[in-house]
């Protein structure tokens, strides 16, 4: 299955965001929700299962300079096996312009025995541009081991590199649960805040949770590796506009958990 997805924001010129395009065809939909804090709210809804092995879906994101965008997916995906040999494959595409923000907060993405996935996102951010991008993966579902998953994430800031990320798990990624990489946890993900209103933490590591400057930008990056999605989401969980909790879980008290 292909599918392609796109969602273009601007600024209404009141303070708010308008969706000038939304686009999607199954399994990509999406839905506008409402305004949440200030910005205009999006669902991914999965018209099918999967991702199967050889789907080929895309979404492109385009938030012009002002507006704000944040994008929800409704469940978790589950990347599944399918014909012999193929390969699926979701791609993300954004760009944030000047003065633009984007938090790109979908749930896990779960790699079922069997499968074969490729997560590909590029993030291109204007000078100015602020950004929460949460990635999350489970390895596998309840009881098994996981197939074949490749995570890769690309982010410039104004024209520079910012974060180049890349994280395969799976029977063709020998050492992926050993001490170098996830040591046996069945859980792990990142997010990286960009904001330029504010400088970037200074670092740190407790536990499984580790809290890093970047180089290129006024950014943050945490990492985290958990033994379940719960607890995983406990240390990933973003900053709001008020600057409280989006999730309504309680994180455990951490001085690495985003503030």
Same mark, same amino acid.
């Given at each position: ?10 600024a209404d010129g009141r303070g708010g965001t308008v969706l000038v395009e939304l686009h999607g065809e199954t399994p990509l939909l999406l839905r506008q ?32 300079? #002002? +507006?704000? !965008?944040?994008? &929800?997916?409704?469940? /978790?995906?589950?990347? *599944?096996?399918?014909?012999?040999? %193929? @390969? ?59 197939? #074949? +998953?490749? !995570?890769?994430? &690309?982010?410039?800031? /104004?024209?520079?590199? *910012?974060?180049?990320?890349?994280? %395969? @798990? ?90």
């Open positions: 299955m292909r599918a392609l997805a796109r969602l273009v924001a601007r929700t409402p305004t949440d804090a200030g910005f205009a709210t999006v669902h991914l809804v999965g018209g099918a299962a999967g991702p199967i092995a050889g789907d080929d879906l895309r979404l492109e994101i385009e938030v012009g300079p #002002g +507006a704000a !965008v944040r994008v &929800h997916t409704v469940a /978790a995906s589950i990347a *599944l096996p399918g014909r012999p040999g %193929a @390969v699926s494959r979701m791609a993300v595409r954004a760009v944030v312009r000047t003065g633009a923000t984007l938090h790109w907060l979908p749930e896990q993405l779960v790699a079922a025995a069997g499968c074969a996935h490729l997560a590909e996102s590029r993030i291109d951010l204007a000078a100015g541009a602020s950004l929460h991008w949460r990635d999350e993966l489970i390895c596998g579902r309840y009881g098994e081991t996981p197939g #074949g +998953a490749v !995570v890769h994430t &690309h982010v410039d800031y /104004a024209g520079r590199p *910012l974060l180049r990320q890349s994280l %395969a @798990v799976g029977p063709q990624a020998p050492g992926w649960a050993g001490p170098a990489v996830l040591d046996g946890a069945p859980a792990t993900g990142s997010l990286l805040v960009v904001d330029p209103s504010r400088p970037a933490a200074p670092p740190t590591a407790e536990g499984s949770v580790a809290r890093l400057p970047l180089a290129g930008g006024p950014a943050t990056l945490w990492t985290a590796t958990a033994p379940d999605a719960h607890t995983l989401r406990t240390h990933l969980c973003p900053p709001s506009i008020s600057g409280r909790p989006e999730s309504r879980s309680r994180p455990t008290p951490s001085t690495t958990t985003p503030p």
